[in-house]
């Protein structure tokens, strides 16, 4: 299995444009799930979804963030505008939901700069 | 008070000597991720653990579920394993939750 894929790893834009993140879980995972990591508040969860539902998106810092999961087997995350205070590290995971203890799977990230 | 604190915050030590990462939760867990994170890298799952011990190679993951407390050993350290060791709780109020700690950064010197 290749893992989790996320695409782009690197992406710098100019504050004010949209910035879409890709994620394809592993095969077979049901659960999906978008951490953000910073120096200073290291990793948060934004949204979680299970079996394609956003379940949980109390993390999602407000109304410039926008995730979905059209299918079981990519996701994006997408943020319009940019800020430059959204620059970080953006991990997907996937996980499978209905085994007990199933380990979180982490992908290479993203890290966005935005200027 | 964070709900996962992590011990030390910073650790170096010389290549050979055995090491020890410390994670201690104030909350209701189902079980508890021990991860690493080279820089600049992504996040590897090294051990998911709900009781008792599990040995990978030179690493040794311990957890007292009566004390809350988890440990991470690594024996004969390399300048390979420097890196950032995060201990992440799955708690037991939502079963898709999970609290990081902050991390511990390891260097191994040569």
């Known amino acids: 299995d290749a893992g989790v894929i996320q695409s782009p790893r690197h992406e710098v834009t100019e504050m004010g444009q949209e910035v879409t993140l890709r994620c394809k879980p592993i095969?077979?995972?049901?659960?999906l799930f978008w951490y953000r990591q910073t120096m200073m508040r290291g990793l948060e969860l934004l949204i979680y979804?299970?079996?394609?539902?956003?379940?949980?998106d109390s993390g999602m810092p407000e109304d410039r963030f926008s995730a979905k999961m059209p299918n079981a087997s990519f996701s994006t995350l997408k943020i319009q505008p940019s800020e430059p205070r959204d620059s970080a590290v953006y991990f997907c995971?996937?996980?499978?939901?209905?085994?007990?203890?199933?380990?979180?799977?982490f992908g290479n990230g993203t890290r966005l700069t935005v200027t | 008070k964070n709900e996962v604190e992590q011990s030390p915050q910073n650790l170096t030590a010389q290549e050979g000597e055995f090491i020890t990462i410390n994670c201690s939760y104030s909350?209701?867990?189902?079980?508890l991720h021990w991860l690493q994170q080279h820089p600049g890298g992504g996040i590897v799952s090294l051990f998911m653990?709900?009781?008792g011990k599990k040995k990978h190679g030179r690493l040794i993951a311990t957890i007292n579920i009566q004390e809350k407390h988890s440990s991470l050993h690594i024996t004969a350290s390399h300048p390979r394993d420097s890196a950032v060791y995060i201990c992440?709780?799955?708690?037991?109020?939502?079963?898709?939750?999970?609290?990081f700690g902050t991390g511990t950064r390891l260097k191994v010197l040569a």
């Open positions: 995971a996937s996980s499978q939901f209905t085994q007990k203890n199933s380990p979180l799977h």
């Open positions: 909350v209701g867990i189902s079980a």
């Open positions: 992440a709780v799955k708690t037991t109020s939502g079963t898709y939750k999970y609290i």
């Open positions: 095969s077979g995972h049901n659960s």
């Open positions: 979804f299970n079996n394609n539902v956003p379940i949980d």
């Open positions: 653990l709900s009781s």
